[in-house]
């Protein structure tokens, strides 16, 4: 193995080592410490989004996003959230017209909002261990598309999106996703939910690996590789939320919809 991909996988797992016990703790500490965090990461999403999209007034801009991520994780109205979102969205529409990409500056607001917020309002809904399960998922599609990926290699997924994306690099992480549910749900969830988790498990991996071809397209567009250089060894935050942010609104729907028993 070459030194300098060596030097790049110690950093990525020192990395995560640091800041998985941080997020999980305080996703286990609960309120406030977790919509401190989240304020947080939202505000550097707006950061990176403002300044990863080529603009005149990247300071603006990620004031906006801000502004509608703090109101997605601090508001108890969908009416306030939905009302700041898209007077978000009209005010950067309306400041960016004559941006060069005035549409990928105008879903930065949908994108961070809808996308970072469905896992506050999940975690609102349905309590630290569904949360972490969720987490767990995306994961572990990213853990096993790597680990997979590298190793298998093979038919490439969309090589004119993202050159590195495999084929054995989906399957294995949607099987590791898949192993992941089933020992989590056996371990803190009645047995009789074990397929249904499996099989969402699953259906998560396939939906995270579009929301991270989606970001790979926008990348591509602007010719930038990293979303930033934030996080060492994983680049942008965007570069680690990507199918987060894809399936999140997902989940936090079905669980919605199983916990209000209709």
Same mark, same amino acid.
């Given at each position: 193995?070459?030194q300098?991909?060596?030097?790049?996988?110690?950093?990525?797992?020192?990395?995560?080592?640091?800041?998985?016990?941080?997020?999980?703790? &305080?996703?286990?500490?609960?309120?406030?410490?977790?919509?401190?965090?989240?304020?947080?990461?939202?505000?550097?999403?707006?950061?990176?989004?403002?300044?990863?999209?080529?603009?005149?007034?990247?300071v603006?801009?990620s004031? #906006?996003?801000?502004?509608s991520?703090?109101?997605?994780?601090?508001?108890? *109205?969908?009416?306030?959230?939905?009302? @700041?979102?898209?007077? *978000?969205?009209? =005010?950067?529409?309306?400041?960016?017209?004559n941006?060069?990409?005035?549409?990928?500056?105008?879903?930065?607001? =949908?994108?961070? #909002?809808?996308? =970072?917020?469905?896992?506050?309002?999940?975690?609102?809904?349905?309590?630290?261990?569904? &949360?972490?399960?969720?987490?767990?998922?995306?994961?572990?599609?990213? &853990?096993?598309?790597?680990? =997979?990926?590298? &190793?298998?290699?093979?038919?490439?997924?969309a090589?004119k999106?993202?050159?590195?994306?495999?084929?054995?690099?989906?399957?294995?992480?949607?099987?590791?996703?898949? !192993?992941?549910?089933?020992?989590?749900?056996?371990?803190?969830?009645?047995?009789?939910n074990v397929?249904?988790?499996?099989? @969402? !498990?699953?259906?998560?991996?396939?939906?995270?690996?579009i !929301?991270?071809?989606?970001?790979?397209y926008?990348?591509?567009?602007?010719?930038i590789?990293?979303? *930033?250089?934030?996080?060492? !060894?994983?680049?942008?935050?965007?570069?680690?939320?990507?199918?987060?942010?894809?399936?999140?609104?997902?989940?936090?729907?079905?669980?919605?919809?199983?916990?209000?028993?209709?």
């Amino acid at each position: 193995m070459e030194q300098s991909k060596l030097n790049k996988i110690i950093k990525r797992v020192v990395t995560a080592l640091v800041l998985i016990p941080i997020v999980i703790g &305080t996703m286990y500490a609960g309120y406030p410490y977790l919509h401190m965090m989240a304020i947080v990461i939202g505000a550097l999403m707006a950061w990176e989004w403002s300044n990863m999209v080529p603009n005149k007034n990247a300071v603006v801009y990620s004031i #906006t996003y801000t502004m509608s991520i703090v109101s997605a994780i601090l508001f108890p *109205s969908l009416i306030a959230i939905l009302a @700041l979102m898209f007077l *978000s969205a009209v =005010f950067i529409w309306v400041k960016a017209k004559n941006e060069a990409h005035r549409g990928l500056l105008t879903l930065g607001v =949908f994108y961070i #909002t809808i996308g =970072f917020g469905s896992v506050m309002w999940l975690y609102d809904t349905v309590g630290f261990l569904d &949360t972490m399960w969720f987490l767990l998922m995306v994961w572990s599609v990213d &853990t096993g598309g790597y680990i =997979f990926g590298s &190793t298998i290699k093979g038919p490439k997924l969309a090589p004119k999106i993202s050159p590195n994306k495999t084929w054995a690099g989906l399957i294995g992480g949607a099987l590791l996703s898949m !192993g992941v549910s089933v020992a989590y749900s056996y371990a803190f969830t009645v047995a009789d939910n074990v397929v249904f988790y499996a099989v @969402l !498990g699953g259906i998560i991996a396939i939906i995270a690996q579009i !929301g991270d071809l989606v970001e790979s397209y926008i990348k591509r567009s602007l010719n930038i590789k990293d979303s *930033s250089n934030l996080i060492p !060894g994983h680049g942008g935050i965007f570069d680690r939320v990507d199918g987060l942010i894809f399936s999140a609104p997902l989940v936090f729907i079905l669980f919605s919809y199983i916990a209000s028993g209709i």
